[in-house]
């Protein structure tokens, strides 16, 4: 088994006690979650071509400046665009966050009427995990950048998004202070299993699965 990243469990635990601090003002904005109504864009065209793109070369050289040129050159923009990417190799980081969230809408999809709420949990967690299997070998990199003081405000924002996301689309409907804890609770064990998946060399990330499901988030459904 590889060594775990320097981004590991303890920057985990230390997640859980700020989103729950963090939970209410984060999710604030999303209390009146629906799709029926569009949101705007979380990035441009060009910013969106150019990620994009980049995405492609994060397997072979990682979430880096030289990830951002070539994608700008593959999406046919001069290497200058790469300036509009003020935060660097992060800002590839929260492109690939970003997407990935918000594809599980479209993802998932739960033909048995039958499946409870912690079920729906649960296979919404395991494809968002499964999400990273093509980039795999560098998420500890990427994790490591995240853990940066500048960049912890938003990965954790991002983390609650997410928690909100599976939440609302398994369909929570709790109105008092669970639907807090719940949020704060996921994000909490989906970025331990996020780590324990960058060590796992099991066939189809099997231990990956046991361990979110050792993990005790359906107490929480």
Partial sequence: ????????????????????????????CRFYHSYEHDLPPPFNDAENAILSASLDHVASVGFTTTALSRGAKDAGYLNVSTNLFTNGPFDLINYHLTVQRLALKDRVQFPDEKLGVGAKVRLLALQRLRAN?????????????????????????????????????????????????????????????????????????????????????DSQA
């Fill in 1 to 28: 088994m590889a060594p775990l990243p320097s981004y590991h469990p303890r920057i985990a635990i230390f997640q859980c006690r700020t989103a729950l601090r963090a939970a209410p003002s984060a999710s604030r």
């Fill in 133 to 217: 299997e093509f980039i795999i070998a560098r998420w500890p990199e990427a994790l490591a950048v995240m853990a940066l003081p500048s960049n912890i405000t938003p990965s954790l924002r991002e983390l609650a998004r997410l928690s909100d996301e599976i939440w609302f689309l398994a369909g929570d409907t709790s109105v008092d202070t669970s639907w807090y804890t719940k949020r704060a609770t996921l994000s909490a064990i989906y970025s331990s299993t996020e780590v324990f998946m960058t060590t796992d060399s099991s066939i189809n990330f099997a231990d990956t699965e046991h361990f979110l499901d050792r993990s005790g988030w």
